[in-house]
Every structure is written in structure tokens, then in C-alpha cells.
Nanobody, 122 residues
Framework: QVQLVESGGALVQAGGSLRLSCAAS????????MGWYRQAPGKQRELVAA???????NYADSVKGRFTISRDNAKNTVYLQMNSLKPEETAVYYC????????????????WGQGTRVTVSS
């Protein structure tokens, strides 16, 4: 089994910054893409940013230029630097990882963390 543990969520004023972290542990042979999603109250979960094992990134249009996703492959950890935060970005932020648990099968499984809450006050 694989566990993802997020941290870094907090209450911040509009215009402020936060850095989220997500560490993966457990039965990991290889991690492919990792990503961050968020879910605001009453809304569907949406992609914020994703990053491949090679470092290619993808962002939601709404966060381009303000958020930066990065990863440390040696630590199986993905980060999300969030700048110029807006009140409408208040949400629970979830990380995920596409993991190959054993070399034998090579099957990829997606795992999710439990989420970390970000509250942006106006």
C-alpha cells in the first residue's frame, strides 16, 4: 500500500503565500506523475497542477503565473508553491500520485492523500 501525506495548509490573507508538501511512502517501485487538486465547498474537485517524473508541468489556467509545482524524486515528495492567493481559492487541497508498486507487474495505481485545508481570508 502507498500513503500520501499532505502538509502546509493554513489560514492566510488574500495576496499571501503558502507552500504545500505531499510525501509518498510505502510500496513504491516508481512514481510517474504527481499532482495537486482542490475541492471548494459545494464544488467538484479540480486539477490545480501536475508534474511528470521528468519534470514537465501542467497548470490550471486560473493559477498560471502564481503557483509552482515541483518534486523531489529522491524523497517521493511533491510541492505546491502558491503565491498571490485569492479568497476563492479556499479549498481542501489533495495530492495524488501515479505509482508502480512492483516492477513485476508494471501496473500503475493512483493514490490520493487525505487533503490539507487552505483558507484565504479577504
Amino acid at each position: 500500500q502507498v500513503q500520501l501525506v499532505e502538509s502546509g495548509g493554513a489560514l492566510v490573507q488574500a495576496g499571501g503565500s503558502l507552500r504545500l508538501s505531499c510525501a509518498a511512502s510505502g510500496s513504491i517501485f516508481q512514481i510517474n506523475a504527481m499532482g495537486w487538486y482542490r475541492q471548494a465547498p459545494g464544488k467538484q474537485r479540480e486539477l490545480v497542477a501536475a508534474i511528470t517524473s521528468a519534470g514537465s508541468t501542467n497548470y490550471a489556467d486560473s493559477v498560471k503565473g502564481r503557483f509552482t509545482i515541483s518534486r523531489d524524486n529522491a524523497k517521493n515528495t511533491v510541492y505546491l508553491q502558491m503565491n498571490s492567493l485569492k479568497p476563492e481559492e479556499t479549498a481542501v487541497y489533495y495530492c495524488n500520485a501515479d505509482v508502480i508498486t512492483t516492477q513485476t507487474t508494471g501496473l500503475v495505481y493512483r493514490f490520493w492523500g487525505q487533503g490539507t485545508r487552505v483558507t484565504v481570508s479577504s
